[in-house]
């Protein structure tokens, strides 16, 4: 037989594309052409092909070879094809039997010797072939963990072409891969750790519960990024959706850990302040891979020194935060990526970060109100909480007697018995928490008694919250409300939460 077919997929976004490799042998001059919008990787790939199929001990086929693949006008990108084409062009030669490779998907990379390597992606595209009807798929033994994530699917792991074509010729079957037990979690950093700061403290557990934005402002050494780092450990564990969502972006971005393809805690980003814009939103000038703010999906995304992050780079991540996914136009195509992360910002009260307080910095009035508008309005009219953490008592520090502060643990629990509660009152709405509410939504389904709603009423009046500032505030009364075990704001519920609005309290 001079034509076969096989199966690999490519990757559009966070989803995988089916795509189908067919290789024509015909009579003429000898020579290789590839057709189906490759990119440089894809058509380098014929080369890798060649000299895989030798040091195999096949020969290349010496006549005109074909290879398209289709969908024609989707663009073709990264190495996860080789594989596919090898397999092919073999089939096609008689070296393997063509009808047994018909529906066979094929993913991986081929290395000049015949081993087979790693790809990214692997997730994504096997939960594609599952969704076309496909029920086996071959990759290499790095990425089988990965690929058996996805159940109705026999994952073949291979280690080189020659074992694949060993296995298409009956001589040395493949066994369907066990997926290994997933390794344990390391604990994260412990809330405990943190001395005083019982306002920032509150912060992170409010954000906890009912997902919501935080800005952290203070001197150096205050504990911004200590309790930015110790949020995530406050979050529940990602369930089976979950986990499969932030997965098969950390394989696309290639960033899954070794040892645990399955991601089930909350992922923690923290690019530093020269991140690119596509660094931090994605982007790319071949595929388009996943940024910061969709890595840290279902997670956290930390962005200290806020302010040294140029005002172009934080403004994008506008229209994200509220949407939940992002979406990057290139000229041969688009992809979205979801990124339902909380947003954590801290920042240094003035450029010369003092420590000892205000009697020691040196910035004029002009140079604070400077480099605190390096933080666009529009993007702080979308966060949450605003906290002013002060220095460090040495009382703090170095009291020895001190009562010890609440663990993770402790904490957590109130976080899970929080959303628990919300996640029953908005049954039906098609969120789980109170940040992710749509404001009207919020209002006309669940008001609050205009008693409790006085004094945030009278900061609408006087400008001081804007209307989309107001939901905000009812979003995160209804967070203090579920901590506390109420079922409705009070008042006191309300005034903490626009006091972390808009007041700098101190702890």
Same mark, same amino acid.
């Given at each position: ?7 690999s997929v490519?990757?559009v976004g966070?989803?995988g594309?089916m795509?189908?490799v067919?290789?024509?042998?015909a009579s003429? *001059?000898?020579g290789?052409? *590839?057709?189906g919008l490759?990119?440089a990787?894809?058509? @380098?790939s014929?080369?890798?092909v ?9 020969e ?7 290879i398209?693949?289709s969908p ?5 990108q990264?190495s996860?094809?080789?594989?596919a ?13 063509a ?5 066979l998907v094929l993913?991986g990379e081929?290395?000049?010797d015949?081993?087979?390597?790693t790809v990214?992606g692997?997730l994504p595209?096997v ?8 029920r086996?798929?071959?990759v290499?033994a790095?990425n089988?963990?990965e690929?058996a ?5 026999a994952?073949?792991?291979?280690t080189?072409?020659?074992d694949?074509?060993?296995?298409l010729r009956g ?5 369907a ?8 979690a390391e ?11 019982a306002?920032?403290r509150r ?11 935080v800005f ?6 205050a ?8 949020l995530?450990?406050l979050?529940?564990?990602l ?8 997965t ?8 899954l ?11 923690f980003e923290a690019?530093h302040?020269?991140a ?7 982007g790319g000038?071949g @595929?388009i ?8 999906h ?6 200290d ?5 140029p005002r ?6 506008r229209?994200p935060l509220?949407?939940?996914?992002v979406t990057?136009?290139?000229a041969?195509g ?7 992360? @909380?947003l954590?910002?801290?920042a ?11 009697t ?7 140079e604070r109100?400077?480099y ?12 949450? *909480?605003?906290?002013?953490l002060p220095a ?5 520090w170095l009291?020895?007697d ?8 402790v ?9 628990a509660?919300?996640?029953v009152?908005?049954?039906?709405s098609?969120?789980t928490l109170?940040?992710h ?5 919020l209002?006309?389904r669940?008001?609050?008694?205009r008693?409790?709603l006085?004094?945030a009423?009278?900061?609408l009046e006087?400008?001081a919250?804007?209307v ?5 505030v009812?979003?995160v ?8 075990g ?5 008042a006191d519920?309300v005034?903490?939460a *626009?006091?972390?609005?808009? @007041?700098?309290?101190?702890?």
């Amino acid at each position: 037989m001079t034509l076969a077919r096989t199966w690999s997929v490519g990757i559009v976004g966070v989803r995988g594309a089916m795509v189908e490799v067919e290789v024509d042998l015909a009579s003429g *001059l000898p020579g290789v052409v *590839l057709v189906g919008l490759p990119d440089a990787v894809v058509r @380098q790939s014929v080369d890798r092909v060649k000299a895989a199929v030798v040091n195999t001990g096949y020969e290349f086929p010496n006549r005109r070879v074909t290879i398209g693949l289709s969908p024609a006008s989707m663009p073709k990108q990264g190495s996860g094809f080789d594989l596919a084409l090898a397999v092919a062009v073999l089939a096609a030669a008689g070296v393997v039997p063509a009808p047994v490779v018909r529906d066979l998907v094929l993913l991986g990379e081929v290395g000049l010797d015949g081993s087979l390597r790693t790809v990214r992606g692997v997730l994504p595209a096997v939960v594609a072939a599952s969704a076309a009807g496909h029920r086996q798929v071959v990759v290499p033994a790095g990425n089988a963990d990965e690929a058996a994530l996805v159940a109705g699917v026999a994952v073949l792991a291979a280690t080189s072409l020659a074992d694949v074509v060993a296995h298409l010729r009956g001589r040395a079957p493949l066994p369907a891969h066990v997926r290994s037990p997933d390794a344990a979690a390391e604990p994260g950093p412990d809330l405990a750790d943190v001395l005083g700061q019982a306002t920032g403290r509150r912060a992170v557990e409010i954000a906890a519960a009912g997902g919501h934005h935080v800005f952290f402002t203070g001197p150096p050494g205050a504990g911004k990024t200590m309790l930015a780092e110790r949020l995530p450990g406050l979050l529940p564990a990602l369930d089976e959706v979950e986990a499969l969502e932030v997965t098969a972006v950390a394989s696309i971005a290639g960033t899954l850990p070794p040892g645990a393809p399955l991601v089930t805690r909350p992922p923690f980003e923290a690019p530093h302040h020269s991140a690119t814009m596509t660094a931090l939103v994605g982007g790319g000038s071949g @595929q388009i891979r996943p940024g910061a703010l969709s890595r840290a999906h279902r997670g956290v995304l930390f962005l200290d020194e806020a302010p040294e992050f140029p005002r172009s780079v934080l403004d994008t991540l506008r229209q994200p935060l509220e949407r939940g996914e992002v979406t990057i136009h290139r000229a041969n195509g688009q992809a979205t990526f979801p990124c339902r992360s @909380q947003l954590v910002l801290a920042a240094n009260p003035c450029p010369c970060a003092t420590a000892a307080g205000d009697t020691a910095c040196t910035c004029s009035p002009l140079e604070r109100r400077r480099y605190q508008s390096r933080v666009s309005g529009p993007l702080l009219d979308r966060i949450d *909480l605003r906290v002013d953490l002060p220095a460090v008592t040495r009382a703090a520090w170095l009291e020895v007697d001190r009562p010890p502060q609440e663990s993770t643990a402790v904490v957590a629990r109130r976080v899970r018995a929080a959303r628990a509660a919300a996640a029953v009152r908005l049954h039906g709405s098609g969120v789980t928490l109170n940040g992710h509410v749509p404001g009207q939504l919020l209002r006309e389904r669940w008001p609050v008694p205009r008693r409790a709603l006085a004094l945030a009423e009278r900061a609408l009046e006087r400008g001081a919250l804007s209307v989309r500032g107001f939901d905000r505030v009812l979003r995160v009364a209804w967070t203090v409300a579920d901590l506390h075990g109420a079922t409705v704001p009070d008042a006191d519920h309300v005034a903490e939460a *626009l006091g972390m609005r808009l @007041q700098r309290v101190a702890a």
